[in-house]
């Protein structure tokens, strides 16, 4: 059975920060390349990062680069997120999502709050 388990958010101050984790089950883990998604209140879902099966390259949204940083650990079937210098825009439902040909794996989502 596959499983795509989020954890890790949370509220935090602007400024602040977290570490989001993806851990994985299910399937080959180290043979997909993974993204994190967000979705906002009333936005559509958006992607975040996206990092290759071999973790080797990586690319961000426009809205995080440079406070973002993605990352994985095939050893542990694990992504990770982490999140620095957040503000109250990045508040959302993240979710990691793992993708290969024609499968496509989502999970449940974690909340994050970035609020005073």
């Known amino acids: 059975q596959v499983q795509l388990v989020e954890s890790g958010g949370g509220l935090v101050q602007p400024g602040g920060s977290l570490r989001l984790s993806c851990a994985a089950s299910?399937?080959?883990?180290?043979?997909?390349?993974m993204r994190w998604y967000r979705q906002a209140p009333g936005k559509e879902r958006e992607r975040v990062a996206f990092?290759?099966?071999?973790?080797?390259?990586?690319n961000y949204a426009d809205a995080v680069k440079g406070r973002f940083t993605i990352s994985r650990d095939n050893a542990k079937n694990t992504m990770y997120l982490q999140m620095n210098s957040l503000k109250p825009e990045d508040t959302a439902v993240y979710y990691c999502?793992?993708?290969?040909?024609?499968?496509?794996?989502w999970g449940q989502g974690t909340q994050v709050t970035v609020s005073s």
């Open positions: 999502n793992a993708y290969r040909a024609i499968y496509d794996y």
């Open positions: 299910g399937f080959t883990f180290s043979s997909y390349a």
């Open positions: 990092i290759t099966s071999t973790g080797g390259s990586t």
